[in-house]
């Protein structure tokens, strides 16, 4: 059974930073199309980033790119989703999701997704 479980969100000041985490199992991370995407409270969800398996490349969302990283660690079986200069606006819960694909088709087509983690951005 595929599982994602995300954690590691909190409270951050505006311009912290804070890695979230993905514990993935049945699967293999590097199989598998790999992102973080997010919904803020009251708005849609918006894509942050999709990593395509064995490392070929990624899709950032608009804007994402220059603070945010995206990370799979294959031995451990797991994803992460860097973040710095946060701002009030990120303020959302952070899902990461897996695709049963090579390469990611967009930056919120998930076969997968976990409950999520609240990173909240306030001072």
């Known amino acids: 059974e595929v599982q994602l479980q995300a954690s590691g969100g909190g409270l951050v000041p505006p311009g912290g930073s804070l890695i979230v985490s993905c514990l993935a199992s049945?699967?293999?991370?590097?199989?598998?199309?790999l992102g973080w995407f997010r919904q803020a409270p009251g708005k849609e969800r918006e894509g942050v980033v999709c990593?395509?398996?064995?490392?070929?490349?990624?899709r950032y969302g608009p804007g994402m790119k220059a603070r945010f990283t995206i990370e799979r660690d294959n031995a451990k079986n797991m994803l992460y989703l860097r973040m710095n200069n946060l701002q009030v606006d990120d303020t959302a819960v952070y899902y990461c999701?897996?695709?049963?694909?090579?390469?990611?088709?967009?930056?919120?087509?998930?076969?997968?997704w976990g409950q999520g983690t609240l990173v909240t951005v306030s001072s």
């Open positions: 990593l395509n398996s064995a490392e070929e490349g990624s």
């Open positions: 999701g897996a695709a049963d694909s090579r390469y990611c088709s967009g930056l919120l087509e998930y076969d997968y």
């Open positions: 049945g699967f293999r991370v590097d199989e598998y199309s």
